[in-house]
């Protein structure tokens, strides 16, 4: 679920920073129907984001898509990865 902030917030499994008045963020739907019912946040569509490029390349790589890359080839070769419980 994509919101955006209606006023300065600190949502922990989001950022360790706050999140600012108007900038938007990614959260699970029950804490962001949580945020929405309680007028801190709102919800918005996919294209209002403007920091997300409209299409990539095939050279290029979204950061949580080289982040699951990375992922895959340490537990391919034996590594251990302890995940952010939540």
């Known amino acids: 679920m994509l919101l955006k902030a209606r006023d300065t917030i600190h949502v922990s499994s989001v950022s360790s920073d706050n ?10 739907a029950l804490a962001g129907a949580s945020l929405i019912k309680r007028g801190l ?3 918005v ?5 403007k920091s997300e490029p409209a299409a990539l390349s095939k050279s290029e790589t979204t950061p949580k898509a080289k982040q ?3 992922q895959t080839a340490l537990t391919k070769s034996g590594a251990n990865i302890r995940n952010k419980a939540g």
Do not use: P, R
């Open 41 to 43: 946040a709102t919800e």
């Open 45 to 49: 569509g996919a294209a209002a984001v």
């Open 19 to 28: 999140i600012i008045t108007g900038q938007t963020f990614e959260i699970d």
């Open 68 to 70: 699951q890359e990375t």
